[in-house]
């Protein structure tokens, strides 16, 4: 009798199975991948609107506060500046000509890979 080495068919179709079923496992902790430029961008426009802020924050409160916020791109973001007048109760709704409290000022930064808005906002406390 001689030795032959090799492997037969149905090792062959074993192994195959094996690794089929293998594979995927090995995958799935990796299938998350996709949105990993989300963070990143949420960041960038993070220090966007933080550089806004910034030259917001600076100006005097006879001028505009959204004025000379451009609402052209910055890097691929868009800017859009928004100012309402509010009361001490209600931060959020806007009470029209007269202000009582404060102005608030929105920045809203978007980017078209990031899904949804970042929103940052500041207020100016009126002269009683």
């Known amino acids: 009798m001689t030795k032959e080495g090799g492997f037969t068919l149905i090792e062959i179709i074993l192994s195959i199975v094996v690794i089929g079923i293998a594979i995927p496992s090995i995958m799935i902790p990796f299938s998350g991948l996709q949105d990993t430029k989300r963070p990143e ?48 109760t209600d931060l959020d709704t806007d009470t029209g000509p007269t202000a009582d409290f404060a102005k608030k000022v ?10 949804g808005s970042l929103e940052f906002f500041t207020l100016f406390a009126l002269d009683a």
């Open 41 to 88: 961008l949420a960041v960038q426009g993070s220090f966007i609107a933080l550089k806004h802020m910034e030259s917001i924050v600076s100006k005097t409160r006879d001028v505009s506060p959204c004025a000379g916020i451009i609402g052209s791109p910055d890097e691929g973001y868009s800017i859009a500046c928004t100012e309402i007048n509010v009361a001490s």
């Open 106 to 115: 929105t920045l809203t930064i978007t980017h078209p890979d990031m899904s």
